[in-house]
């Protein structure tokens, strides 16, 4: 049995192929995911997984040197705050790409998690990076 937070054996194995700058895509419950990509759903009901927790366990496993979220998910009116999913877990700071975009950077991904999150524009880029 596995030692480290993340459980699930595809999302697991997904992760290790990872090479330098490889995408996997964090997504909410109703992220269009194009036929490209590896596709893992995780989604049992509305809210299971969230995807704060599906963030917190790919960050026990996967190296990242870049994140990206759309504009769209930010509360611009209060201050330009993180969304609560993301808030506090990432070790960088995320770039601001339009929601557009980030459904277009879905079809180079590696791989896209759907999870049971609906809370709107909840969905994250992440860039795998190096450990040395």
Known sequence: M?????????LSQSIARLGHGDMVVLADAGLPIPD???????????????L?????AVLSE??????????EAIDAGAGHVLPAWCA?????APEMISHEE?????????????????????NIVLCAGVTF
């Open 2 to 10: 596995k030692r480290t937070l993340l459980l699930h054996p595809e």
């Open 36 to 50: 490209g990509p590896r596709r893992i759903d995780l989604a049992v009901t509305p809210g299971v997984p969230r």
């Open 62 to 71: 996967m190296q990242v040197e870049r994140a990206m979220i759309a504009r």
């Open 102 to 122: 980030l459904k277009r950077l879905c079809a180079r991904a590696k791989v896209v998690v759907r999870t049971g999150e609906c809370t709107p524009y909840a």
């Open 52 to 56: 704060a927790d599906v963030l917190r």
């Open 88 to 92: 506090g877990q990432l070790t960088i």
